[in-house]
């Protein structure tokens, strides 16, 4: 028996890529999954296919700038089935530009999502840990807090902003919450889907060609963290391609 075993797990953005990856391989580990994203149908095709492999799987349509919407992913995991050990707070996106561009309503999304996101989650989950006297929170950030790059400012922003957040977190949690950050490198997904500068959309699709890891690596780390026993925190994975400057 694993450390993941029977661990009742949300994630948000487990419509595609990284989020879904995770909620695959956790179902394989004979997690619980509470999936949270805001495309249903995807969610209820991803419910449907892990049910029938012989996952225990619950869902709801979740918008993570909403607040109420992380309180219901949250509210379902604890009455579906009776608890949440982990949040993964994975939502996010990446209209990358440079900020001479001034795509401001894009500014606002990443905040909004990116960041705001997060604290909805910590909100929502903070209180049903602090009962159990256990909790995790996993948050994903990006290599891009590490290595700022032109065109990355905002987005690195917010994700810079949740990893403080996480470190602040961590440091309140006491001795009964486990907070992680994980870093993900160039990843082949759904991200740069959002970008609406042209070159650098054409960059960043350059980069995903010639050497993105698929998003199993990032869920292989995710679930590294979770299964360490309760006493043992993983502060934060890095994980790229070994190609990334
Ligand atoms: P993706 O685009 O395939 O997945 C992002 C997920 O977030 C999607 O399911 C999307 O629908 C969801 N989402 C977006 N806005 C949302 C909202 N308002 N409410 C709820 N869900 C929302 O991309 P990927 O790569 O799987 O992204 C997951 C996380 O990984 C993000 O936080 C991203 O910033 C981070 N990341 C990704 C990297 C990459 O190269 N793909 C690199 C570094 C970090």
Known sequence: ?????????AIT???S?????TAELLARHRARIVLGARREDRLAALAQRLSQEGARVAWRATDVTRRQDLEGLVALATERFGRLDV????????????L????VDEWDAMIDINLRGVLYGI?????????????????VASTAVHRITPAQGVYAATKTGVRVLSEALRQEAGDSLRVTVISPGFTNTEFAHDITNPETKAQIAMGKATMAIGPEAIAEAITYAIEQPAHVDVGEIIVRPTAQA
């Open 1 to 9: 028996m694993s450390h993941t075993d029977a661990k009742v797990i």
């Open 13 to 15: 953005g487990a419509s």
């Open 17 to 21: 890529g990284i989020g879904q990856a």
């Open 87 to 98: 949040l993964i707070n994975n939502a996010g996106i990446g209209p990358i530009s440079p």
């Open 100 to 103: 001479d561009d001034l795509r």
């Open 123 to 139: 909100a929502a989950a903070l209180p049903v840990f602090r009962s159990q006297q256990s909790g995790h929170f996993v948050n």
